[in-house]
């Protein structure tokens, strides 16, 4: 039976800062930069189901500033149909 589960909100909430985290790292290349969540803003589309589907989380940058960052994430199915999205807003912690 489908289900919504709080896989999609880990992978979600995951994924935004990991990417963000990631892109914070490169483009600011210093150490002892972190970052903590402002926002973040999941809408659950539709329900994933539980019999080994593949489900495919994506993850982008949308900004990267000095003091915040945004991002956004995605999650589909094997379809390609759209299970979940988010957005997120971090400020970045200088070391």
Known sequence: ???????????????SPRDQRTRVHYHGGRPGIGYTTLELKVN??????????LLTAEGTVIH?????????????????KLIAHATTTCLILQG
């Open 1 to 15: 039976a489908p289900t919504n589960t709080n896989a999609d909100t880990t992978t979600l909430s995951s994924r």
């Open 44 to 53: 659950y589309i539709r329900a994933a189901r539980t019999d080994g589907q």
């Open 64 to 80: 990267a500033g000095r003091r915040t960052a945004t991002a956004e994430g995605k999650v589909l199915d094997g379809d390609g």
